[in-house]
């Protein structure tokens, strides 16, 4: 079992009206904010793990009336940064479970739409909902494999001729 740090930062963006600002929970790991996001917010996580771990942003609270009359709330993710590492793709390659809200939702079934259960490439989340990014261990791996930067050798040549 190898443990490693990993840093992790989300800056998030409120979309709100009136004074209606968007609430969400925010959870790395073991730690999470829950918060009414009322500016532009930069969370910063730092943990130590042992496996795998995710990045989960969870909008809540969206009534109905917040998107009517010309209303929008919403939390739009500006960027992800993981071990100082910032790139687009971090936000496009996590997944979204909106829940859509009634009637709206059986409306669109009986008009024969269909609603995807999960999400990719979503920078805005509409609905309540969960969005999440799933970050391997070691994270510096992950990154690389992630960002397609490929491997001076492949991942495997030195347990096959070197066994442990």
């Not at 990993?6 to 209606?20: D, Q, T, W």
């Not at 496996?51 to 909008?59: A, S």
Request: aromatic share 10%.
């Amino acid at each position: 079992m190898t443990t490693n740090n990993i840093k992790c930062s989300v800056g998030l963006e409120p979309i709100h009206y009136n004074e209606i600002y968007p609430k969400c929970k925010i959870t790395f790991g073991q730690q999470s904010i829950d918060t009414e996001l009322i500016k532009e917010t930069c969370f910063d996580f730092q943990e130590t793990i042992d496996r795998d771990t995710k990045l989960k942003i969870e909008f809540y609270g969206k009534r109905n009336i917040d998107s009517i009359h010309n209303r929008q709330l919403e939390i739009k993710i500006k960027n992800i940064s993981i071990m100082g590492i910032t790139n687009s793709k971090f936000i496009h390659i996590g997944q979204y479970t909106p829940v859509y809200p009634e009637p709206w939702a059986s409306q669109q079934k009986r008009s024969g739409n269909k609603l995807e259960t999960r999400l990719r490439n979503v920078d805005t989340l509409g609905w309540n909902g969960i969005w999440e990014l799933e970050i391997g261990n070691p994270p510096f791996t992950w990154i690389q494999q992630t960002l397609s930067q490929g491997w001076i050798y492949p991942s495997g040549h030195l347990s096959a001729k070197y066994p442990i």
